[in-house]
Nanobody, 126 residues
Framework: QVQPVESGGGLVQAGDSLKLACAAA????????MGWFRQATGKEREFVAAISYGGGRTYYSNSVKGRFTISRDNAKNVVYLQMNSLEPEDTAVYYC???????????????????WGQGTQVTVSS
């Protein structure tokens, strides 16, 4: 069993950068497909980015492609989300999730992930 714990959220201005971290304690981190999702107030949770076991494959939503970068350090059991050129529309609670079963086939579906963190708030002011 793995327990993701997010950190790094905060209040920033439009155009600023922020780096989120997700520490995944327990389980076999190296064998997990990892993803980041976000949920804005009044909206459904949406896919942001995902990364394969070894980090060789990364995936992004169209809304963050070119601005966000997902990476992982398997030696430290940590996944990162580097967010650049932040926009007010990026304001949301960001969640880290682990897919321990399906090998990331449908990495963009939140139902594919079976372990979730509590989330970290990111607020971008204009």
């Amino acid at each position: 069993q793995v327990q993701p714990v997010e950190s790094g959220g905060g209040l920033v201005q439009a155009g600023d950068s922020l780096k989120l971290a997700c520490a995944a304690a327990g389980g076999h981190f190296l064998s997990y497909f990892m993803g980041w999702f976000r949920q804005a107030t009044g909206k459904e949770r949406e896919f942001v980015a995902a990364i394969s076991y070894g980090g060789g494959r990364t995936y992004y939503s169209n809304s963050v492609k070119g601005r966000f970068t997902i990476s992982r350090d398997n030696a430290k059991n940590v996944v990162y989300l580097q967010m650049n050129s932040l926009e007010p529309e990026d304001t949301a609670v960001y969640y880290c999730a682990a897919d321990t079963n399906t090998a990331g086939t449908y990495y963009y579906r939140d139902t594919e992930y079976d372990y979730w963190g509590q989330g970290t708030q990111v607020t971008v002011s204009s």
